[in-house]
């Protein structure tokens, strides 16, 4: 049980979502991320490493 905060804690501070779980950011439309400002472009890089360990989450719960 790994947080956000550890393992992308530049995103972490950025997050508005610091209190959600991972479920609460799932909808049916996908993973809904937000953010309190605009992302600079090192930083939309560092969101699809967040979204891949996302999608191992999700696969790895639904394996189970």
């Given at each position: 049980d790994v947080k956000m905060?550890?393992?992308f804690p530049?995103?972490?501070i950025i997050t508005l979502q610091q209190n959600d779980t991972i479920a609460q950011?799932?909808?049916p439309q996908g993973w809904n991320l937000?953010?309190?400002r605009a992302l600079n472009d090192w930083e939309v890089e560092r969101v699809a490493d967040l979204l891949q360990a996302l999608n191992l989450f999700l696969v790895m719960g639904m394996s189970h």
């Open positions: 905060r550890i393992l530049d995103l972490y950011m799932w909808s937000m953010f309190r």
